[in-house]
């Protein structure tokens, strides 16, 4: 039996004008059994609907994509099997594994940003730290 240690990281984002804009999400670790399914929760606070990341971080590495909403569909698609659900009624936007690998130990976190997606496939937004 392989337990995993999934850390979701205490750092929220928010635009640099988010007028009292908030995100949270729990800084506990998470504690699966590989092959077992994987939840990690994000909550937001804004009127309107904000573009959401979930970004991953492996030791040593610098935080990377992991999968991103920005309008259309509500289950977005990411690498290596991660899925995320927007619901705007809860104000959610939550990651979830079907099959957790112990390659998926690292630590994972949310951010929103309220900047318009650039017309060439990029996005204009610099989220910041609260």
């Not at 640099?16 to 606070?45: A, F, H, I, M």
């Not at 920005?70 to 079907?98: C, H, M, P, Y």
């Not at 997606?117 to 204009?124: D, E, M, Q």
Request: proline content about 7%; charged content about 15%.
């Amino acid at each position: 039996l392989l337990l995993l240690l999934i850390s979701v990281l205490g750092m929220i984002f928010a635009p640099r004008d988010s007028r009292g804009q908030s995100g949270t999400q729990p800084d506990d670790p998470v504690l699966v059994s590989e092959g077992t399914s994987l939840e990690l929760k994000c909550n937001y606070s804004y009127g309107a609907t904000p573009y959401l990341f979930w970004y991953v971080q492996y030791p040593p590495q610098r935080p990377q994509l992991l999968l991103k909403h920005f309008s259309g569909n509500t289950v977005v698609q990411g690498i290596r099997g991660f899925v995320a659900e927007f619901e705007s009624s809860d104000f959610s936007f939550n990651l979830r594994k079907f099959s957790a690998h112990w390659r998926d130990s690292a630590g994972y976190f949310c951010a929103l940003s309220v900047a318009v997606p650039r017309t060439a496939g990029g996005i204009k937004h610099k989220p910041l730290m609260v």
